[in-house]
Nanobody, 124 residues
Framework: HVQLVESGGGSVEAGGSLRLSCAAS????????MGWFRQAPGKEREGVAV????????YYTDSVKGRFTISQDNNKNTLYLQMNNLNSEDTAMYYC??????????????????WGQGTQVTVS
């Protein structure tokens, strides 16, 4: 299938920006739908964003809409999440994921079976 490796996390001040990357390798041709998830301490994993066919369709959860942007460089097999105006509620482990079967309208764990190891984002 596909292997995913996240990078770009770190500690930033409130109001700052951060750009996450996800490098994909292996069987990447059929993964036309990709997503970002995050999990904060004591909370369940949350779907953050979805991108379909390089941006034909995108989805953002309400808490990040207008602040985060998902994009994809197909030639370099890289998924991005640009995060602006960060606040403490954005502190979480961030994961990229590849879609399997079902709808690509929203990021759900059931529809995105392939995951990276995550990158930590801490906002203070």
């Amino acid at each position: 299938h596909v292997q995913l490796v996240e990078s770009g996390g770190g500690s930033v001040e409130a109001g700052g920006s951060l750009r996450l990357s996800c490098a994909a390798s292996g069987d990447t041709n059929r993964y036309y739908c990709m997503g970002w998830f995050r999990q904060a301490p004591g909370k369940e994993r949350e779907g953050v964003a979805v991108i379909y066919e390089g941006g034909v369709y995108t989805y953002y959860t309400d808490s990040v809409k207008g602040r985060f942007t998902i994009s994809q460089d197909n030639n370099k097999n890289t998924l991005y999440l640009q995060m602006n105006n960060l606040n403490s509620e954005d502190t979480a482990m961030y994961y990229c994921a590849a879609h399997g079967l079902g709808s690509c309208l929203e990021p759900t764990e059931a529809a995105f079976p392939y995951w990276g190891q995550g990158t930590q984002v801490t906002v203070s």
